[in-house]
RNA sequence: GGCCCGUUGGUCAAGGGGUCUAAGACACCGGCCUUUCACGCCGGUAACAGGGGUUCGAAUCCCCUACGGGUCACCA
């Protein structure tokens, strides 16, 4: 059904009173748990949210969903928001920045969960449920045995107070259960689905506050989406069925909801949910291995939406001034790493020298090329050795990969057929030419070098390929590569006068 | 397995019943440019999962099947 421009939607209707008539400013927040670095789907998560906010003049707000102390790191918390400036999504309000609905740290909101927690309780909306991990598991165990949805099957429902003081003085801790009404239709308004009806029969009482009195995340979010006004709440599609339990939570607490928008997973090539064995799953990995900020959300953008017209380079501010929820697919993305190299070297080739240069230093320490500290002269060779390769990059790193052709100099030719370039008789005649007329240069400018490649051809009247093979075979010992313009003058005479040397020595006739 | 979501070329995707002989991008192939390769430019191959309906007419609406995915925690 396609409920995306079903105008008769009332729900939609309210949608778009909101997000274009700015009746009420547009809300949204990224709530990462902090137990791991930021994924790559969590990324364009942020990201959609991020450009629905910014292109109402709404506010972005950066929550830390961090219930789960286990699993939950502070180191997490930074890398994710380290990751999330990089990306260039910066929110309004949230840790950090704070905001006037904060704390924005769950852990930090106990007592506001209380309050509502109180009113479930007292209302029996919820109650306090005995049973033990080991309890449940064998529980679910024999479910599953007998071939039945594993589920909540209710023991602690209707408990007496005689019953309740029993296991407590077993020194039971109890959590806390919603109590699902039976029998119901939950209806679930999605901006990218439509609707989407669960049955509540489905569903068994869920725990909402931890036997440590720590609320779960169906509990937490719902109180927190509401307490902070968001409007829209943009996020992944494994989410979906939660948002049913949600739903009963925001009827039961008589909140209104916001709009639910579910945006469907980022698969592997395998077509399953994107797992460190498809590679680089999180936003730093693809940092520390030569990608650039813009060429990541760009590639984000895509997946998932598409634009109006037929471009497919976009800086963030002409993704905010373009996105819209509507043009949100539903169906599932592969991540494409070929796309995604192609956006990144785009973006290399369309950056200031410059700006590759303070990239790439940090990859050629790294490999052992450049020491901790460059000077400006360093600088100088690293922007020459830039200006040559920038076109042939997809990542910043594969710059290490050229690095070996201006450094190494005993020479040797890739192949069988380099070499026989090299045997041919013009050969020695091509690079004494070459070497005198450089000695003479009185500079080795890429211009410059350019003019004197030039001359040889006339100057020995010979065809272009008969000079500028042997050149290029003899300084790099490959048939192909950058400019030679752009390679000799990273070398210098020196280095150039070693090379055709050596390889006069041990391949010429 | 139950529930939920999805299915247009290898991949991302446009598409709101006739204008679809189905856009664009990546990849691939070919050409031009460059006396290399890359970049750039031009061109090409390649798709509506299958079956039933509804309709004068379906990629588009409905149903079924198949396949893929998600979810069924005191994780988020």
């Known amino acids: ?156 429902r209707d408990l007496t107070p005689d019953q309740e003081e029993k296991f407590q003085a077993q020194g039971r801790r109890p959590v806390i259960r919603f109590r699902v009404p039976g029998g119901e239709i939950i209806r679930v308004d999605d901006a990218v689905r439509g609707k989407v009806n669960f049955e509540s029969d489905g569903i068994g009482d869920f725990v909402i506050v931890k036997s ?70 999180s936003v730093v990995q693809y940092r520390i291995n030569g990608f650039l900020p813009e060429a990541i959300v760009n590639f984000l953008a895509l997946l998932g939406w598409s634009p109006e017209g037929e471009e497919e380079i976009f800086t963030l501010d002409e993704l905010i001034k373009q996105f819209s929820l509507d043009r949100v697919v539903k169906s599932p993305a592969v991540f494409d790493m070929e796309k995604l190299k192609w956006i990144n070297g785009y973006y290399i080739r369309n950056s200031s020298i410059e700006r590759i240069v303070e990239l790439a230093i940090p990859f050629l320490q790294e490999a052992g090329y450049l020491d901790e500290n460059v000077d400006e002269e360093k600088r100088q060779w690293v922007s020459m050795i830039v200006a040559a390769v920038r076109n042939r990059l997809s990542t910043v790193r594969e710059i290490v990969d050229y690095m070996e052709l201006f450094i190494n100099d005993e020479i040797k030719p890739e192949s069988e057929k380099a070499l026989k370039e090299l045997q041919g008789e013009q050969v020695s005649q091509v690079l004494e030419t070459l070497l005198s007329k450089l000695q003479e240069a009185e500079d080795l400018e890429p211009e410059n070098v350019k003019k004197i490649l030039k001359s040889i051809t006339k100057e020995l009247k010979l065809g272009g390929r008969k000079v500028f093979m042997p050149i290029r075979i003899a300084l790099t010992g490959q048939m192909s590569g950058p400019e030679m313009h752009d390679v000799i003058p990273v070398l210098g005479i020196e280095k150039v006068e070693k090379r055709i040397s050596y390889v006069k020595e041990n391949f010429l006739q």
């Open 212 to 281: 440590d009195g720590i609320p779960t995340y169906n509990f937490a979010v719902v109180v927190d989406d509401h307490e902070m006004k968001i409007t829209h709440v943009i996020r992944g599609e494994e989410h979906l069925t939660n948002t049913a339990r949600q739903v009963l939570l925001y009827e039961a607490l008589e909140l209104s909801q916001p709009t639910f928008a579910h945006v469907s997973l980022i698969l592997g090539k395998d077509r399953s949910k994107m797992s460190k064995r498809h590679g680089h799953t």
């Open 1 to 156: 059904m396609n409920v995306r421009r079903d105008y008769s939607n009332i729900f939609y209707k309210n949608f778009l009173r909101e997000e274009y008539c700015m009746s009420q400013e547009i809300r949204v927040r990224f709530a990462p748990s902090p137990t791991g670095p930021l994924h790559i789907g969590g990324a364009r998560s942020a990201l959609f949210n991020y450009l629905l906010a910014k292109k109402n003049n709404g506010k972005m707000l950066l929550r830390i969903e961090d219930t789960d102390r286990e699993r939950s790191s502070s180191e997490s918390e930074e890398n994710i928001k380290d990751s999330l400036k990089w990306l260039g999504i910066n929110w309004d309000e949230g840790v950090d920045v704070g905001g006037e609905y904060g704390p924005y740290r769950q852990m930090e909101r106990l007592d506001i969960y209380k309050k509502y927690i109180d009113k479930l309780l007292s209302e029996g909306k919820a109650y306090k449920c005995y049973c033990t991990e080991e309890e449940l598991e064998k529980q679910r165990e024999e479910q599953r045995a007998r071939g039945e949805t594993p589920r909540y099957a209710g023991c602690c």
